[in-house]
């Protein structure tokens, strides 16, 4: 059977915007399949070291919910993706500047990771 490929794209970083992507990752990684998690520049923060995961306005009690229902945090899942496989990379953003990733991530165009999407059997992006 053939390796399924899967591509995420995390747009964003507000909390209810980090969840999707990094659930998807973890869940196909944990399927079998090769995963490639991008970032773009507005998802990128997700990966820094002092990145707070903060709801978008009106759904502050978000935070408090995932808390009660236990469920793992932002830096957990970014925890598991790695211990899982799922690859990290960050789209058209100069990662020599200020912010200190977590994890490696590597740079890449918004042309691969297109190319790397057409390929894949599943491509979302959140």
Do not use: C
Request: charged residues 20%; proline residues 5%.
């Amino acid at each position: 059977m053939n390796t399924k490929k899967v591509v995420v794209l995390a747009l964003h970083d507000e909390l209810e915007s980090a969840y999707p992507p990094l659930n998807v990752a973890v869940g196909a990684a944990s399927s079998g399949a090769d995963v490639i998690l991008a970032f773009s520049r507005k998802g990128v923060n997700i990966l820094d070291q002092k990145y707070i995961p903060i709801p978008s306005d009106g759904i502050e009690y978000l935070s408090n919910a995932l808390a009660d229902f236990n469920a793992p945090s932002i830096n957990d899942l970014l925890e598991i993706a790695v211990e899982s496989g799922v690859k990290f990379y960050v789209v058209d953003l100069d990662i020599k500047d200020h912010t200190q990733f977590k994890y490696p991530a590597e740079q890449v165009s918004i042309k691969w990771l297109l190319n790397e999407a057409v390929s894949a059997d599943l491509f979302v992006h959140f």
